[in-house]
C-alpha cells in the first residue's frame, strides 16, 4: 500500500487501512471501551463516521485532501469489540472534487452508508 495522505491518523481512534489501491480504499476499526458511549456498550458514532472519513481520504489518496461535505446515514448501532469494516470508493471527478460513496459493515450487517465530497487542493488546507 502506498499511503500518500494523513500519515498522522491514530489508527486505534480511526481504524486501520486494510487496502489502499486507486480509487478504493477499505478500513478496519476494532471498537475498544475509549468509542464507548453509554453502559451498555454501544459506540459513539463519531468514531465510525471518522473510519468512514479516513477511508474516503485513502480512496483518493492525495496529501492535500480534504473533506468538504457528507451525507450519511446510520443504519444499526455498533457494540464495543466489533469490528467496523468501511469500504470506500471514487465514483464523480470533476476538476478538484472526488465524490466517495462509503459503506460501513460489521459482520456483513450495514451500519453506515453515505456519499462524501472530498477536495484536493494545490497545497495543505493550513498553509497560505
Avoid: W
Avoid at 468514531?47 to 477511508?55: E, I, L, P
Avoid at 464495543?80 to 478538484?96: C, D, P
Avoid at 460501513?104 to 450495514?110: F, H, L, N, P, S
Amino acid at each position: 500500500m502506498n499511503i500518500q495522505t494523513h500519515d498522522g491518523i491514530n489508527p486505534s481512534l480511526s481504524g486501520t487501512p486494510v487496502a489502499v489501491e486507486p480509487g478504493r480504499a477499505t478500513v478496519d476499526l476494532l471498537t475498544t471501551d475509549v468509542m464507548r458511549a453509554d453502559a451498555q456498550g454501544l459506540v459513539h458514532g463519531g468514531f465510525v463516521f471518522s473510519a468512514a472519513d479516513y477511508a474516503a481520504m485513502l480512496a483518493v489518496n492525495h496529501p492535500n485532501v480534504v473533506l468538504g461535505s457528507a451525507d450519511c446515514t446510520f443504519t444499526a448501532p455498533v457494540r464495543i469489540g466489533e469490528t467496523v469494516r468501511i469500504q470506500a470508493a471514487i465514483t464523480e471527478t470533476k476538476g478538484r472534487k472526488r465524490v466517495v460513496e462509503i459503506t460501513a459493515k460489521v459482520d456483513g450487517r450495514v451500519v453506515l452508508t453515505g456519499t462524501l465530497a472530498t477536495f484536493v487542493l494545490d497545497q495543505h488546507v493550513l498553509q497560505g
